[in-house]
């Protein structure tokens, strides 16, 4: 079975400072690998997604995040934080071929002024 | 365009009464998903349609949970009768195509219903 992990349900971080937020995967093959955002109040919003095209994904808002087979990780970075980056991070995932999303139990981001 | 609407945004009752929550997906969007989000937790699938046929519905609690999906355009999420452990938000979504595979159907998920159970 497919599964995630988020290391961290918290995270925070300076503003201007480096955006870590880490997932793992758990999967026979390399699946489909997805960041989404939730700013609070509302709904999920996709970052990026991986497609197995190139290992390194960026997505909107600055965000990148590079696809490591060998470590089974999918880590989501951003150089330079900004206050409207505080939100909840999800990393979900799927099987190729498959439809359905298996969502980690989120990371919540804190930026500091 | 406009997005996925869901109404009530916010719903609180006592335990063993009935609630229900609407859902209008993004138009021309064949798949519609309904996802539990409890407290701390990332979304869980309850059910997915395509079109007004169900895909997947093996973690819908059958015995209180109920949905439609009529016409295969809006959906309704029924619980009846609620329990306690049912404060969530319930976010519904919708996609494209969806039971396809493919990479590029993308989720556009609501603002979510947060239930309160008493």
């Known amino acids: 079975a497919q599964s995630v992990t988020q290391l961290g349900s918290h995270v925070s971080v300076s503003e201007g400072a480096l955006v870590l937020l880490r997932c793992n995967y758990s999967?026979?093959?390399?699946?489909?690998l997805f960041w989404y955002v939730q700013y609070p109040n509302q709904g999920l919003q996709l970052l990026l997604k991986?497609?197995?095209?190139?290992?390194l994904v960026k997505g909107i808002n600055g965000f990148e995040a590079e696809f490591k087979k060998s470590e089974t990780s999918f880590h989501l970075t951003k150089p330079s934080a900004h206050m409207s980056d505080a939100a909840e991070y999800f990393c979900?995932?799927?099987?190729?071929?498959?439809?359905?999303?298996?969502f980690g139990a989120g990371t919540r981001l804190f930026v500091k002024a | 365009e406009a997005g996925v609407a869901q109404s009530p945004r916010y719903k609180i009752i006592e335990k063993r009464q009935s609630v229900a929550f609407w859902c209008n997906p993004i138009?021309?969007?064949?798949?519609l998903y309904w996802y539990q989000q409890i407290l701390g937790q990332g979304p869980k699938l309850l059910i997915q349609?395509?079109?007004?046929?169900?895909?997947?519905d093996s973690q819908l609690p059958k015995d209180r949970f109920s949905a439609e999906r009529l016409k295969g355009v809006d959906s309704t999420l029924k619980i009846q009768p609620a329990k306690l452990e049912d404060s969530a938000v319930y976010l519904c979504?919708?996609?494209?195509?969806?039971?396809?595979?493919?990479?590029?159907?993308?989720?556009?998920f609501g603002p979510g219903t947060r239930l309160t159970v008493l």
């Open positions: 979504a919708s996609s494209l195509e969806g039971t396809s595979g493919a990479i590029t159907d993308t989720q556009y």
């Open positions: 991986y497609t197995s095209a190139a290992t």
């Open positions: 979900a995932v799927r099987r190729v071929g498959g439809f359905k999303t298996i």
């Open positions: 999967s026979s093959v390399p699946p489909y």
């Open positions: 349609f395509q079109n007004n046929g169900v895909v997947d």
């Open positions: 138009s021309g969007h064949a798949t």
